[in-house]
């Protein structure tokens, strides 16, 4: 076997942009690269180790000896090993030998920048390259159109493993199934996007995905690179947007990672205080140091170049951000100004919302944050951070709450329902349903509805509707678009046999056509964001928990009017103030008998008095169903 050759694909502008932090296509540089040196094919490899004393590529080709491909250590302290190996090729498994210089102890790593790696729980990298020819160019053209805050966004959160299995052989589906299946279903189902919990490689099945070590890998439990890429066209092909959970916040301590990766505290922060995670057990990156900034930025704008991801969801944002997160006194230390705000964080999304958005203008990245961070979702040049979304956590756990309450203690939780309207155009709001919500003895959200078989479905079909009424773009856990009964569990499909039942099978017709009357009327997403999209008719009918409010659209032949019934009686000639005079339409109704409701409608047209209702000049009476909600529409 030949040795290592002396080659480098970086440039002295490379290695300035990553000494100082702003190199942001890290990965056409680090990791393996096919490449031709003097005639000859091979790899060439690049591996970030400033501490280390030898760094060698051991692998099946050299019998895992250390030793024999040494890389080469560039002059400039970059802390750059590389070269280039003849005659190593695609599907070659590796790592690196990386002996470190402040105390000789020698690990053995998998490659940070690897594109592909060893199905778990084996840990080694592989090299690897395709060259997939992508059919999605009608979407891509057009997706400014469809990932913009004005447009309909109707999000189905998905575990790949469990979504779905085949039952004869008791496995995954694979990527290259799921391109048929799931595709077929979310497009059925009219949802607008899907987002995928981490896929990126990840040793441990319980953390579901959250704990990465292969960053710029999709996990080959599913499958190859490429068939991940034929996942993704096929969504694409059907004008579904795909988000990918990002995870930035933290990464696990198995030795085949990043943690002490050259013998020192190299991605994670050197200080406990801020490097440690305690509810997750984990690593903290070092979001001061240049270099970890570069190889995450790269890592972002890596899913959104070559795999087409047309959003980032970016976990455990708040965790990032608090140097006194899930810690107690003396287990931080503030920040210079003397607050509990981690500065280098803060410096960083905002460095990476910029480079994400100046890069890819027609993508999203969406935060999951809890707490009361102010501008998470407004511009850097307004001194938010920059993200396009933000989860809206308050409007989560109120609503379920609420829900979860008899319908006869309603009245006296009113506050509970509406309070999310004092402040949801404060960001711009995600309202999510989200796998955190169905685990660790919290029932499924069907699960969470009180009353008798009957009220339970209504009450699902309520809190939906109420959902995709209010302000906001919407996010659902797979397998509560059909009321699924038990809790997740990540090591089994959904309950798919449920689909024999009416109930469920109702649920399900119900959700399509939800989901089909938000992405067709204007008023439920045009002005989301912005008060100017919703008004309120009454919020405060307490004895009859009744809300009733205006969705506006840019054109106001669009608004719709929108009545809740949070109780299971019936009201018949129930009055409610309207704008302006007319006629009116029910156009949906959560009790239609075909959704498994009692069939307390408005048929006719509804006629408007002028009689002053609720501080507006003209009043109509309806017909509310029970535990119900209707839309109407002026004619």
Not at 124 to 147: F, T
Not at 368 to 397: C, Q
Request: proline share 5%.
């Amino acid at each position: 076997m030949a040795q290592v050759k002396v080659f480098s694909l970086f440039s002295d502008f490379d290695i300035n942009l990553f000494k100082s932090g702003k190199h942001y296509r890290l990965y056409e540089k680090f990791g393996s690269h096919i490449t031709t040196v003097d005639g000859v094919e091979g790899t060439y490899f690049a591996v970030w180790a400033p501490s280390a004393k030898a760094v060698s590529v051991i692998g099946d080709f050299n019998f895992w000896l250390e030793g024999e491909h040494q890389l080469n250590v560039r002059w400039d302290e970059s802390g750059i090993w590389e070269g280039f190996i003849p005659l190593i090729g695609k599907g070659t498994v590796y790592k690196y030998k990386i002996q470190s210089s402040n105390n000789n102890i020698k690990t053995e790593k998998a490659d940070p920048y690897a594109r592909r790696c060893e199905h778990p729980p084996k840990t080694a990298s592989v090299v690897w390259e395709d060259s997939y020819a992508w059919k999605d160019s009608k979407w891509m053209k057009k997706r400014i159109k469809n990932n913009a805050i004005d447009a309909p966004y109707s999000v189905y959160e998905v575990h790949l493993g469990s979504w779905k299995k085949n039952i004869e052989e008791n496995r995954f589906l694979s990527y290259v199934e799921l391109a048929d299946d799931l595709v077929n279903y979310v497009k059925k189902m009219n949802f607008t996007h899907v987002e995928f919990m981490p896929i990126m490689e990840y040793p441990y099945d319980p953390s579901w995905g959250y704990q990465l070590t292969g960053y710029f890998a999709p996990t080959s439990r599913f499958g190859y690179p490429d068939e991940f890429k034929y996942l993704v066209d096929k969504l694409h092909q059907n004008d579904i947007g795909l988000i990918l959970d990002w995870v930035p916040s933290h990464f696990p301590e198995d030795a085949h990672g990043l943690g002490l990766f050259d013998g020192t505290h190299l991605y994670e922060h050197p200080d406990r205080k801020k490097g440690y995670h305690p509810d997750w057990k984990s690593l903290i990156f070092n979001y001061g140091r240049n270099e970890v900034r570069s190889f995450l930025i790269s890592n972002a704008i890596f899913w959104l170049d070559l795999y087409h991801a047309d959003a980032l969801r970016v976990d455990a944002v708040a965790s990032m951000l608090f140097l006194d997160y899930s810690r107690e006194e003396g287990e931080w230390d503030p920040n210079e100004f003397g607050g509990n705000e981690n500065l280098d964080v803060v410096s960083f999304l905002k460095e990476l919302n910029i480079e994400v958005y100046k890069s890819f203008p027609d993508v999203q990245t969406i935060a999951e944050e809890s707490t009361a961070f102010p501008k998470v979702s407004k511009p850097t040049f307004e001194g938010g951070l920059g993200f396009g979304m933000k989860w809206m956590m308050g409007w989560m756990h109120d609503t379920l709450e609420y829900f979860g309450k008899d319908s006869i203690y309603r009245k006296h939780h009113q506050n509970d329902i509406t309070f999310s309207l004092a402040y949801v155009f404060s960001e711009n709001f995600m309202l999510p349903l989200s796998h955190d919500e169905v685990v660790y003895g919290k029932k499924s959200i069907l699960g969470r509805m009180p009353g008798d078989e009957w009220q339970r479905f209504a009450n699902l079909r309520l809190l939906y509707g109420y959902m995709f009424t209010h302000p906001g773009t919407k996010l659902l856990f797979m397998g509560g678009e059909f009321g699924q009964y038990d809790e997740w569990d990540f090591e089994s499909s959904l309950d798919w046999n449920l689909l024999e039942f009416e109930p469920h099978k109702n649920t399900l017709n119900y959700f399509s056509e939800l989901n089909l009357l938000y992405k067709t009327t204007p008023a439920l997403y045009e002005k989301g964001f912005s008060n100017e999209g919703f008004e309120w008719i009454s919020y405060d009918d307490n004895e009859n928990s009744v809300i009733s409010y205006i969705r506006k659209g840019k054109d106001s032949k669009d608004d719709v009017i929108v009545v809740c019934n949070f109780t299971p009686t019936t009201l018949e000639n129930y009055k409610i103030g309207i704008p302006k005079n007319g006629k009116l339409t029910e156009i949906f109704n959560s009790d239609h008998s075909k959704y498994g409701g009692s069939g307390v409608l408005n048929l006719n047209k509804i006629s408007i008095k002028k009689q002053p209702w609720n501080g507006k000049k003209y009043s109509t009476e309806l017909n509310l169903p029970p535990l119900g909600l209707i839309v109407l529409k002026f004619i």
